[in-house]
């Protein structure tokens, strides 16, 4: 066990520490063991509860929401292990959260097959990350630890016209339990395969008549589940987590109530960064899997370019350069004032999110040290929301203003350390510096119609400016591929910004989104609606790591869509069985499209469509079952998109399965000691590719995982959990590399093995 003797004094004073103020708490009501809005789809005899959202800026019953929504409460998020934000595919369907290299570097949400797979620490994603309502705009701080969340809402379809960044494909929100007006709180331990020990605690309640706290953290630490069979060598994919939040909330007049939260959570450094590598050959041209009994590169039968394979057949080891490593910190304040104007209320929410992060890999995943990669970055990030909501008579309205501005420091590195000091070194830096400023307003009207009819416009216009400074430089470069060893300074072969390629290293346009839309909803049990929306991303610029780019492809454009969407949320049988479903059809232009080419991510504008549909089924026939299945239907299609093999042809976009699935069953038995709750689910992800060009290299394979759950509930708030994730044991791949022209090999990244654990939670 790697776990040390201050780490456990760590867990354990925490533990001790809420526990008192919970035990005090007895000797008043347990009113609130479920935070409010984070009831279950719970059969109790009148039906499926109701889940609270905001998805229109403000509370409203899930079903009363005209969008393709999928969002889930407290009490599922436990039943479901949801830990991490990649978990939000457990119940959301058409939705994926994967991170490149398998732990917590650089994770990209999917939605409806719309994604930004370029790795680069720069790009953001066409879908929207959010924790309480303040944007996340780097990729490698979406893989984040959760904790003392209230609920997790994924919303479908363009969402410009609402939330502070234009999301053209989608957003999750997720949010956090707030302060409240009685003591409340918990205690939850927890220890699992690979030494995996956590703590997560919360504690709140009323300061005064007029002041309210909650203060949450969360400790984690486990050992790497991926196997290094090489002698001494070190597992990877460690877990080594500590976050904390703290929230002030008061009544600062009769009208005026602010809310203070500060957040700080980091992953000291721990062992990751590898793949697990497979050979390849080129037939016809083109990658595929190399037989064990072919020798395709000189170096042995079923080996690779440097002559490895791998002797195991596991996804789950490997022989591997351990010196990988991940190291990241996020803290970030957030003002919160709520001004009530009597039909309307004025809200400004105003944060700064400081996050650093430093990565290295071995991304050959293999025992010769043939590949390295390294990343770094340094964000500062500032956004100002002041909006406004209210009702009168039959118009509902939101109106508001969003700042926005970044400003970001991200290297990089590339390097063959096998071949450094022979005629086929290689090594490589990008140093790369971006500015962003961005200004919108938006608006959008609901009017009731008739009694039965709502008509819905929304708007947004917003003025981005982007400003890009990058220097790629070499520091060795053999004389087999021009260069004369080692440059002492690094060689720099390109240099873009201003002073050098004059506009072209300023990105300034004017943007709008839009929306239409009507709602019928003929009773309380219905509701269906019809929307033409415009989304819209703004242009970026390329890395060039390799320096292969020229400075004209440096620069990509910003992309729109028009999306097209009909939908209904039906409840039946006296509300004990609910079906909810949507089709939509997106017309694409300039879509940002990501191809990894050579060790270049280049991002390009294409043409296209996405096409599909979703059904969501929920099911609770007696007070003690609940059942429910999700699945998404998608079909895409790019065109002219330029193969790294040669050829131009349409493609399906990337990250985007045809088919993916989630379903859930729970069933309560009462005991004499308590009640046994036993929970099953399962999500399915179909066949798709990690790169535009739809290359074999990049093929993901579809997969299957299903995990159970026991939970004993007894009096007086403590829980007891026993759990299996990823019964099967299941080798899902989450992201798929080409390295068929630097070392003649495929990489893929995993998710975690078959994991067991139990836990025991105390609530007052």
């Known amino acids: 066990m790697k776990c040390t003797r201050s780490l456990l004094a760590e867990r354990i004073s925490l533990a001790i520490l809420v526990s008192s103020i919970a035990w005090v708490g007895e000797s008043s009501p347990a009113a609130a063991q479920t935070p409010e809005g984070a009831s279950s789809a719970r059969g109790n005899g009148g039906g499926i509860e109701e889940l609270t959202v905001t998805a229109q800026r403000r509370e409203e019953s899930a079903q009363d929401v005209g969008v393709s929504l999928s969002a889930v409460g407290a009490e599922d998020m436990r039943r479901l292990a949801i830990t991490n934000a990649k978990d939000i595919s457990k119940f959301a369907p058409g939705v994926l959260l994967d991170s490149i290299a398998g732990g917590g570097y650089t994770a990209n949400l999917t939605i409806r097959g719309i994604a930004q797979t370029d790795f680069s620490s720069t790009q953001e994603s066409p879908n929207s990350l959010y924790l309480d309502d303040v944007y996340n705009s780097s990729p490698n701080a979406a893989a984040f630890s959760l904790y003392d969340l209230n609920r997790i809402e994924v919303l479908r379809g363009p969402q410009g016209t609402l939330f502070g960044r234009a999301s053209s494909g989608g957003l999750a929100n997720f949010i956090t339990n707030r302060p409240s007006e009685t003591l409340q709180g918990y205690v939850d331990l927890g220890y699992s395969s690979f030494n995996d020990m956590y703590t997560e605690a919360a504690v709140g309640g009323p300061l005064s008549d007029r002041v309210r706290y909650r203060v949450a953290g969360r400790i984690e630490k486990a050992d790497g589940w991926f196997e290094n069979g090489l002698p001494g060598g070190n597992d990877t994919f460690e877990k080594d987590f500590r976050g904390g939040r703290v929230q002030l909330e008061a009544d600062l007049t009769e009208r005026l109530t602010g809310r203070f939260s500060f957040s700080y959570d980091e992953n000291p450094k721990h062992r990751e960064g590898t793949y697990d590598s497979k050979p390849g050959q080129l037939v016809d041209g083109k990658p595929e899997l190399l037989p064990a009994d072919v020798d395709a590169w000189g170096t042995g039968p079923g080996n690779d370019l440097v002559g490895y394979r791998d002797p195991y057949g596991r996804f789950n080891k490997g022989k591997f350069n351990d010196y990988g490593y991940l190291d990241s910190k996020r803290v970030s304040p957030t003002l919160t004032l709520s001004y009530d104007l009597g039909e309307a209320t004025l809200t400004s929410i105003a944060n700064y999110t400081g996050f650093e992060y430093d990565y290295l890999e071995d991304c050959d995943g293999g025992e010769v040290d043939y590949c390295s990669f390294g990343s770094s970055q340094d964000l500062d990030q500032y956004s100002e929301e002041l909006r406004v909501n209210g009702t009168h008579e039959a118009l509902t309205y939101t109106a508001g203003l969003y700042y926005l501005n970044i400003s970001q420091t991200a290297p990089q590195f590339f390097s063959f350390p096998v071949a450094s000091g022979t005629d086929f070194a290689f090594a490589s830096t990008n140093s790369t510096d971006q500015d962003l400023e961005s200004y919108a307003v938006f608006g959008q009207l609901e009017y009731q119609l008739t009694p039965t009819v709502t008509g819905i416009v929304g708007l947004r216009y917003t003025n981005e400016e982007k400003k890009l400074d990058a220097v790629t430089a070499f520091p060795e470069l053999g004389a087999a591929l021009g260069g004369i ?5 690094p060689l720099v072969i390109y240099e873009f910004s201003k002073a050098t390629v004059g506009g072209l290293a300023e990105e300034s346009e004017g943007l709008w989104s839009g929306k239409l839309q009507l709602n019928y909803a003929p009773d309380d049990d219905s509701l269906f609606y019809a929307s033409v929306s415009r989304g819209i991303k703004p242009a970026g610029f390329n890395t060039n790591l390799a320096g292969t780019l020229s400075i004209e492809d440096t620069p990509f454009k910003s992309e729109y869509v028009y999306a097209y969407e009909v939908g209904t949320k039906l409840d039946m049988l006296d509300r004990k069985l609910r079906l909810n479903a949507s089709a939509f059809y997106y017309d694409y232009h300039r879509f940002q499209g990501f ?22 089924l929920t099911l609770a026939p007696r007070d003690d079952v609940d059942l429910r299945i999700g699945v998404s239907y998608l079909q895409s299609e790019l065109q ?20 993916t699935a989630t379903a859930s069953a729970a069933k309560r038995f009462e005991l004499s000691m308590g009640t046994l709750e036993l929970s099953w689910d399962a999500n399915f992800t179909g066949e798709r590719y990690a790169s535009i060009d739809n ?5 993901v394979p579809d997969s299957f995982v299903h995990n159970a759950r026991a939970t004993l509930y007894l009096d007086g708030g403590v829980d007891l959990s026993a759990f299996v994730n990823n019964i099967s044991n299941e080798d899902r791949v989450n992201y798929a590399l080409d390295g068929m022209s630097t070392g003649g090999y495929f990489i893929r990244s995993y998710a975690p093995p078959r994991w067991m654990g139990v836990s025991v939670r105390k609530s007052f």
């Open 485 to 489: 060893g080692v440059f002492e300074p």
């Open 595 to 616: 191809a990894f080419t050579l060790v270049s991510s280049v991002v390009g504008n294409y043409d296209g469509y996405f096409k599909g549909a979703e059904v969501d």
């Open 640 to 659: 002219d998109v330029a193969s790294a093999y040669g050829g131009v042809s349409d493609v399906e976009a990337s990250m985007a399965p045809e088919w």
């Open 695 to 699: 290359n074999r290299a990049t093929f």
